[in-house]
């Protein structure tokens, strides 16, 4: 029978704390890349002029398409050939996952743009407020609102995501937990600890995530996915 071991655990914490630091770093860096160029990208896909919304449209499509390990070996391996320049392991997972989650927070504020009733479009533009005034002081207020849960949904998956980041050697709390396994050959007790690490940052947020979606559907404000 198996005998459990967790004293490799504080043996290795300094090790599993540098992993962490790695995934919230890269987790952080990729939103904060990720959600504005997700508004941009769907100002673009909403545009009036076919010329950029098409390309546009299927840009965002290719890349919720594509696995995001695929992207990760494209940046890390195929895109130094292209500029001429290695990139580190970091850089690499935060384009990918920054990319990734654009295109997916882009599809969220199309959607909820989408959502408001056309004639609050038309009110506004009889005003002779700008399309951008439009957005900035009619739409986006009403829509975000509408938007929170699918954005917080996605941002979930973002940092579900990042364990894959260890596949080009990225120093995140996956990286660091496998080289503490293969060194104390105790995988089961850390791989253990790390799935509970992660269960811990994410179920209280999927809790919160739910527990909005209903009090939204109780005042009667519709969501979009």
């Known amino acids: 029978m198996y005998e459990w071991d967790f004293s490799v655990i504080p043996m290795n ?14 987790f952080v860096s990729a939103f904060v890349i990720g959600f504005p160029s997700g508004l941009i990208l769907a100002l673009m896909r909403l545009s009036r002029f076919k010329i950029i919304s098409i390309p546009i449209g299927l840009f965002i499509d290719f890349l919720r398409s594509t696995p995001a390990l695929i992207l990760l070996f494209w940046f890390f391996f195929a895109f130094p050939i292209i500029i001429g320049l290695m990139i580190q392991a970091f850089l690499a997972a935060t384009l990918t996952l920054a990319i ?10 199309r959607a909820g743009i989408n959502s408001i009733e056309r ?13 951008l005034e439009l957005l900035r002081r009619v739409i ?3 829509a975000i609102k509408r938007m929170i849960p699918a954005f917080l949904e996605r941002t979930i998956e ?29 995988p089961l007790e850390v791989l253990t600890v790390v799935a509970g690490i992660y269960f811990m940052m994410i179920y ?15 005042s009667g404000e519709s969501t979009v996915h």
């Open 140 to 142: 986006l207020p009403q």
């Open 158 to 186: 973002l940092l579900k995501t990042t364990p894959l980041m260890a596949a080009v050697a990225y120093s995140d709390l996956l990286f660091q937990a496998m080289d503490i396994a293969q060194k104390t050959f105790r």
């Open 204 to 218: 209280p947020t999927s809790l919160g995530v739910r527990k909005l979606e209903r009090k939204l559907a109780k």
């Open 13 to 26: 914490a300094d090790l599993l704390i540098m992993g962490l630091y790695g995934t919230i770093k890269v």
């Open 100 to 109: 990734v989650a654009a295109a997916f927070y882009a599809e969220i504020f």
């Open 119 to 131: 004639g609050q479009w038309e009110s506004a533009s009889a005003l002779g407020m700008t399309r």
